[in-house]
Nanobody, 120 residues
Framework: QVQLVESGGGLVQAGGSLRLSCAASGRTSSIYTMGWFRQAPGKEREFVTTIRWRSGDTSYADSVKGRFTMYRDIAKNSVYLQMNSLKPEDTAVYYC?????????????WGQGTQVTVSS
């Protein structure tokens, strides 16, 4: 199994920045993909970004392209989400997740989530 612990959420004004962290432990050798997802109140959880653990290749949702950057630190078994130019619509609980395959599914490993609130 893999355990994930997120940190770094908080309250920020529109236009500000936050950096989220996600530390993985346990069977980290099985990690192939890691990602960030978010869920706003009353909405379904949505994809934000993923990274291939070995290559570092990333993909982003159109809504965050150019504003968010995901990167990894292999030595620390950690991923980060640098969020710039935040908008009120970015307000959500952000979840870190990981999979041993290319896709991340609800049955894979997920963190507990961290709240990000962007005020206008």
């Amino acid at each position: 199994q893999v355990q994930l612990v997120e940190s770094g959420g908080g309250l920020v004004q529109a236009g500000g920045s936050l950096r989220l962290s996600c530390a993985a432990s346990g069977r980290t050798s099985s990690i192939y993909t890691m990602g960030w997802f978010r869920q706003a109140p009353g909405k379904e959880r949505e994809f934000v970004t993923t990274i291939r653990w070995r290559s570092g290749d990333t993909s982003y949702a159109d809504s965050v392209k150019g504003r968010f950057t995901m990167y990894r630190d292999i030595a620390k078994n950690s991923v980060y989400l640098q969020m710039n130019s935040l908008k009120p619509e970015d307000t959500a609980v952000y979840y870190c997740a990981t999979s041993s395959g290319m896709a991340i599914r609800s049955s894979d490993y997920w963190g507990q989530g961290t709240q990000v609130t962007v005020s206008s």
